[in-house]
């Protein structure tokens, strides 16, 4: 066991009280967790809720998150975006990150006077990692006077170099919103060379960006979708904006974790593939019973190592909080709440490729 407080197996055994604490949450799971296996988690998960509202705190949950941290200890749970919202606007005194660093990181920015605490300090990102704060001062240099959007997938570093950030579900919007605001027709978007380009190719504007790539989405290729579609014939394609244009061009649907989540609800496809991370179409498939899944995917590792016993660990010890300097998070917040401040996208973006444009250069260091 990780730490102290899993060796109190008298306090972490599945009682009647535990199971009156948690039968509801298991009937959110039970599809995808053997009850043997529920019972040795349980106690975890009773003991973290019971921790959240002793402590006044929230845990904010990312759709790639496994199902018994999503469904049985998220307070909130969603995209990016949506956890940065809930951030900026929680009453909670702390703030557990379910997610990657660089959300955490976010949640500090937007929630300074809050405790942020990330169940494990490696929990990294590879776009996040790609690119600094003396990067951008270079491409700067390079486009004087060219509006910086930089992907939340950043250090806060990053963010303070930045006019604006984005998310795949705005990316679209905020390039768009800059161009206007500094009176150009060019935008630098970075970290991600994919979302760039696949924001390029919904806009008539000029996109600089930066050889970012996330290590999960960037694997995925046109093949993989055209062999799952001959595998499964009528099956949707669902695709996140961080995959190569040659995967978005095969799909049926392109957005944010948000906006697939948000189509196979609405939508309720007999057969759907999500090209994305794997516990996204876990958590998607509990929700909607009615439709199937096929299920090729890839982890992401960073986000795997967020357990239940690390979100246990960080409630009964207080780790690992996250800080950013006071000086780089006052630069950081103006372009994550520049953002936050234009409307959510009335529909979630869709790329569809609709002017086959593509970025004019992609930048290194
Ligand atoms: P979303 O904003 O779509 O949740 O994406 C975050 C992420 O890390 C995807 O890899
Ligand atoms: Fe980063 Fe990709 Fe993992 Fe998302 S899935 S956290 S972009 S490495």
Redesign the pocket.
Known sequence: MPFDALNETSALAYTDEVRAKTDHLYALVEAKIPRIEWEAIAPVIARINDLKRQKNAIILAHN?MTPEIFACVGDFRGDSLALAREAARTEADLIVQAG?HFMAETSKILAPGKTVLIPSMEAG????SSITGADVRLLKERYPGVPVVTYV?TTAEVKAETDICCTSSNAVQVCEHAAREAGTDTVICIPDQFLARNVAAMTDLKIVTWAGA????ERFTAEDIREIKEGHPGVQILAHP?CPPEVLAEADFAGSTGAMNAYVRDKQPRNVVLIT?CSMSDNVALENPGVDFVRPCNL?P??KRITLEGILNSLENGVHEVTVDPVIAARAREAVERMIALPDPAVPARFDGRTGRDVISVETR
């Open positions: 790639y990657v990102c590879s776009l996040a997938n996330c290590e999960v989405h961080e991370e992401c960073h986000m």
